[in-house]
């Protein structure tokens, strides 16, 4: 296993959950008992408090939970700090979340924590779109891509995971477009699913609607940045599906699908960054889906 993973995606598919899956898998204390690959008992103390996100051996590193639009130094700190000490159980686990949003400085700091690893240290890097990432970081880790699931293997895990009805797991499905965090946020509030078909619905109908109706909704959300990142989520969760049904149908529209996903996705991580003026990277994605 290599000391250093990159995990890229969009937001709701999975980065995180997987990421705490596999410091679970790290850290459990039965896990040569397993078959898995990513085997974790789920009873033992230290599965118990990687759960919990207490474990001492597993530093999760979030500026958006703080509060903060970038990674500091401060933060890169200490990672450095904690990666100096002996871990309690042999293994100890990095998540950092948004890689690609680190200052200068923090970025150059950590480059040397991730050259030099000190002992059995595992880093799991999350960003949205991978070359945002500094080069020299990505040349020095595992990339990992992450897409939306299918709608079919989305139904079966709400099915097996939340023992909700076929029929409820397919319209959560339907609403999530494929993002596993989406779903999990939908599947216990009714009136949340209500209000996202709504949106969705006013959305969709936005991908052919004229120049002048596109621009009158970016004045809608002139002064909403939250509505506008929110655009940007249900937007490419819409392709993403589309991108789905067109390779089940060997339909032809699957390339130009992926192409517009994966361009709304880089232009989302522009519009995320603190220095960019979001409403008008904003309304050039908005005109130019």
């Known amino acids: 296993m290599s000391h250093a993973y990159l995990f890229s995606g969009a937001r709701h598919v999975g980065k995180m959950a997987m990421a705490k899956r596999v410091a679970a898998a790290l850290l459990c204390e039965k ?9 974790s008992c789920g009873t033992c103390r230290a599965c118990i408090m990687t759960k919990a996100g207490t474990h001492p051996d597993m530093v999760v590193i979030d500026a958006e939970r703080s509060g903060e639009t970038m ?43 991730l050259e030099e690893p000190r002992g059995q240290t595992v880093f ?11 080069s020299t970081i990505r040349s020095r880790v595992w990339h990992i891509r992450f897409w939306p699931m299918s709608e079919e293997v989305l139904i079966a895990g709400l099915e097996k995971e939340y023992h909700v009805s076929s029929e409820q797991a397919a319209d959560v499905a339907r609403l999530a477009g494929g ?8 599947v216990g509030s009714p009136d949340e699913q209500k209000l996202l078909e709504k949106e969705r619905a006013y959305i969709r109908a936005l991908f052919t609607a004229s120049i002048a109706e596109r621009m009158k909704y970016a004045e809608k959300l002139r002064e909403n940045p939250e509505g506008m990142q929110n655009w ?23 390339v130009a699908a992926a192409d517009a996903c994966r361009l709304l996705m880089e232009r989302e991580e522009q519009f995320l960054k603190p220095y960019g003026v979001k409403r008008i990277i904003f309304e050039d994605a908005l005109i130019g889906m």
Do not use: C
Not at 31 to 37: D, L, N, P, R, Y
Not at 82 to 108: H, P, Q
Not at 179 to 186: D, T
Not at 233 to 250: F, G
């Open 232 to 254: 940007f989520v249900e937007s490419i969760a819409m392709l993403a599906d589309t991108v789905h049904i067109s390779l089940r149908n060997t339909n032809l529209r699957v």
């Open 124 to 134: 799991l890097l999350l960003a949205r779109v991978a070359d945002d990432v500094l």
């Open 31 to 39: 896990k040569e008992t397993g078959k898995e690959i990513l085997f």
């Open 179 to 186: 993002l596993p965090g989406m779903a999990m946020r939908l």
């Open 71 to 113: 990674l500091r130094l401060e933060d890169i700190q200490q990672v450095r700090e904690r990666a100096a000490l002996s871990a309690y159980g042999g293994t100890r686990v990095f998540i950092i979340r948004d890689v690609s949003r680190m200052t200068r400085e923090a970025a150059n700091a950590f480059l040397k924590v």
